[in-house]
């Protein structure tokens, strides 16, 4: 088709005779050169050498056939890509770049097999996330063991690093300590109101050693910083029990050396201080 144009100029052909073997002769060539870019482009494997032959060969009108082989090429180096990106966002495991690179990797075709581990790493890295904030809504709301113990344990299980979860184990083992001091204190006030008051031989015998008890109990609830209310009630049995732990001394010392009338007056005091 060259050589008969060539021809027909050099034979003094007319143009108007000449346009329509001219405009077949540009097509023609046009997707010569369009075959070529894309037989090179698919050499390279260069994504945009690629799209930019794919484009000339549409605009050649090529048969769809014939850009077929590109195509597929530029959608597996896509793939590709798109697969790296995921596995470097799984690297580095940050929720916002995982959650694109995974929107991109479906939408490039990558399989479901090769999201799943970007998927598993993104629920991970959400339950992290949530882990974070239900401790800190339980460290700055009032402080309730089990919801403290709850949030520390889903805490673990989600992978919260040793770090994250140090305020919230002290938390836990901070108020697990006033627990058990509540308990024992509890006890202790149970003790000595369940011991008369008026037994003198139990009051100077055992007494003193719930007295005793009482009194290591509220020590170490302080200490612990037991709120002040759960305090208040022990703290003045304490009291009361001192005041008449000097009184049974008194009276004991006054049976073993006061006179009938000392011995008398101590019993009166001791009747009416422990009643």
Do not use: W
Not at 110 to 122: K, N
Not at 152 to 174: D, F, H, N, Q
Request: with cysteine.
């Amino acid at each position: 088709l060259r050589t008969a144009v060539a021809f027909g100029e050099g034979s003094g052909l007319p143009d108007h005779e000449l346009q329509h073997s001219r405009g077949i002769l540009y097509s023609e060539e046009r997707k010569i050169r369009a075959r070529a870019r894309l037989r090179e482009a698919q050499a390279v494997s260069d994504i945009a050498i690629i799209e930019a032959a794919i484009a000339e060969s549409e605009e050649a009108a090529l048969d769809e056939a014939e850009a077929q082989g590109a195509k597929e090429l530029r959608d597996e180096l896509i793939r590709a890509n798109k697969h790296q990106s995921l596995a470097e966002a799984i690297k580095h495991r940050k929720i916002g770049p995982l959650r694109a690179a995974i929107a991109d990797a479906v939408d490039a075709g990558v399989s479901e097999e090769d999201l799943a581990e970007g998927r598993a790493v993104l629920t991970a890295e959400e339950r992290k996330v949530a882990a974070r904030a239900g401790i800190e809504a339980a460290m700055s709301a009032e402080l309730v063991l089990e919801s403290l113990r709850a949030a520390a344990r889903e805490g673990e299980e989600s992978g919260l690093t040793l770090g994250e979860l140090k305020p919230i184990r002290e938390a836990v083992a901070k108020e697990e300590t006033k627990a058990e001091c509540r308990l024992a204190i509890q006890a202790a006030v149970a003790d000595l109101e369940g011991t008369p008051a008026l037994d003198l031989a139990t009051s100077i015998e055992a007494r003193p050693k719930l007295v005793g008890a009482l009194r290591t109990a509220l020590r170490r609830g302080r200490a612990a910083k037991v709120e002040a209310e759960t305090l208040e009630r022990p703290t003045r049995l304490l009291e009361v029990e001192e005041a008449r732990a000097e009184v049974r001394t008194a009276l004991a010392a006054a049976i073993a050396t006061g006179t009938d009338a000392e011995v008398q007056y101590a019993s009166l005091r001791a009747r009416q201080t422990l009643s």
